[in-house]
């Protein structure tokens, strides 16, 4: 299909081409300076890591296990998530409990270990939905940078404590790891 394009008759002022610029640099200047000070979520230069773009909803960043009132582990170690993961990065040991739980009743087993390799893992969500007890979440923190890949071998304590600082909750420090590692900083001062 043709397209008609219409001709642009220029004024005498827009032959000199000096007032396009000027039109052109005055909006610059504009959104600039709005940009120095007011900085809005629109802003098109986000100074990272001081300031982080806010992300959907139902996006999927790093996981976190869920943990019940009294700060013990929801996960009952059904192994349901590790068959889902199409990219076989979680690994589970369990063990045998037999607690009353308040919340949940009769519990007899829980993960001793539950390790997630971030590296693998292709944030498909896949887990959560299998999940019967609700117990993982995969939510909004996409800071995957490291300095070693161990770091991205993500153990029980990493995982229940990834959403500490931003859901003002305690870390959970009862839990014994395989080595330590550099804490993941909270989600915080996002723009907007
Ligand atoms: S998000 Fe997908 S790939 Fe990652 S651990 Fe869950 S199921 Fe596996
Ligand atoms: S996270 Fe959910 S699916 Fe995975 S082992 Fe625990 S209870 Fe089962």
């Not at 990219?87 to 063990?95: H, K, L, N, P, Q």
């Not at 590296?119 to 979440?137: N, S």
């Not at 990493?158 to 330590?180: K, Q, S």
């Amino acid at each position: 299909m043709s397209v008609v394009v219409k001709k642009v008759d220029l004024t005498w002022l827009d032959r000199t081409y000096l007032w396009p610029i000027a039109k052109g640099l005055t909006i610059t200047l504009k959104h600039f300076l709005k940009q120095v000070f007011k900085p809005t979520p629109k802003r098109l230069t986000v100074q990272y890591p001081e300031m982080k773009r806010p992300v959907l909803d139902g996006y999927r960043g790093l996981h976190e296990l869920k943990r019940n009132e009294d700060n013990s582990i929801k996960c009952v170690a059904c192994f349901m998530c590790a068959e889902a993961c199409p990219a076989r990065c979680i690994t589970i040991e369990a063990e045998e409990i037999g607690d009353i739980n308040t919340q949940q009743g009769l519990l007899e087993k829980r993960p001793a270990s539950f390790q997630i390799d971030a590296l693998r893992c292709i944030f498909c969500g896949m887990c959560q939905e299998a999940c019967p007890k609700d117990a993982i979440w995969l939510r909004k923190n996409y800071e995957l940078s490291c300095r070693s890949r161990f770091e991205m071998q993500l153990d029980k304590y990493d995982l229940m404590n990834t959403y500490a600082g931003d859901d003002g909750r305690e870390r959970v420090e009862h839990i014994e790891r395989a080595a330590p590692k550099p804490e993941r900083q909270p989600l915080s001062n996002q723009l907007g």
